[in-house]
């Protein structure tokens, strides 16, 4: 079935450094990527996305990337600050098609070293 | 915009009792999902509905937690009877043509 892998489950990074994550996914047809932040108690939100007509997409210190041939995606945090410290969640979907889900990854549990 | 809305916010419960959450999707989304959250197990999807239809129950852990989606402005979970092992944060989201959006998310402690 749709599957999202994403690694790695912990990163720790030191103030200033880039983070890096990844995802893989599984059905060729999903066109549209959404990354969420979780900070702790608080709920998901969509911090940035990804359409498959588009390789790379920044905004600020966040950019994603997009391998549609090899099924890969990816964010990057650079100059890390401490409130980038939470969970990222990355998912998959096909876009204009309101009837599906979104499929989630596991989750990275980022935390940033003063 | 108001977002996605869920009450309560808090639940503390027996186990045995009935438990009842609901959420007011944003006006004009005509997905809405239902997820348990916990340490263990992360982010599980229980239930989706598309157009106030349900769409996949895989997710729903036993015969005990039902869904329905009256209409296309709320929807509810219930655990009747509660255990303690549903303690968790649930969250209601929605979706329109692209991007799904989360509720705030109801704790709930099953004493």
């Known amino acids: 079935g749709e599957n999202v892998e994403q690694h790695p489950s912990t990163l720790s990074v030191q103030e200033g450094d880039s983070a890096v994550i990844k995802c893989t996914y599984s059905?060729?047809?999903?066109?549209?990527f959404p990354w969420y932040k979780q900070e702790l108690g608080k709920r998901p939100q969509l911090i940035i996305d990804?359409?498959?007509?588009?390789g790379e997409k920044k905004d600020q210190r966040i950019a994603v990337t997009l391998n549609k041939t090899a099924k890969h995606f990816s964010l990057h945090i650079t100059e890390t600050q401490p409130e980038d410290s939470a969970v990222y969640f990355c998912?998959?979907?096909?876009?204009?098609?309101?009837?599906?889900?979104?499929?989630f990854g596991s989750g990275t549990r980022l935390s940033i070293r003063p | 915009d108001a977002g996605v809305i869920q009450s309560p916010r808090h639940e503390v419960t027996e186990m045995g009792q009935e438990v009842t959450l609901r959420c007011k999707p944003i006006?004009?989304?005509?997905?809405l999902f239902w997820y348990r959250q916990t340490m263990m197990r992360g982010l599980e999807l229980l239930i989706y509905?598309?157009?106030?239809?349900?769409?996949?129950d895989s997710g729903m852990p036993e015969d005990r937690f039902s869904a329905k989606m009256p209409n296309a402005s709320f929807s509810t979970l219930k655990i009747q009877p509660s255990e303690p092992r549903d303690s968790a944060v649930y969250f209601c989201?929605?979706?329109?043509?692209?991007?799904?959006?989360f509720g705030p998310g109801t704790r709930l402690l099953v004493l």
């Open positions: 989201a929605s979706k329109g043509a692209e991007t799904q959006y």
């Open positions: 059905d060729s047809a999903s066109n549209y």
């Open positions: 990804i359409r498959s007509n588009v």
């Open positions: 998912a998959a979907s096909k876009r204009a098609s309101s009837a599906s889900k979104i499929i």
């Open positions: 006006s004009g989304h005509n997905s």
């Open positions: 509905f598309n157009n106030n239809v349900p769409i996949d």
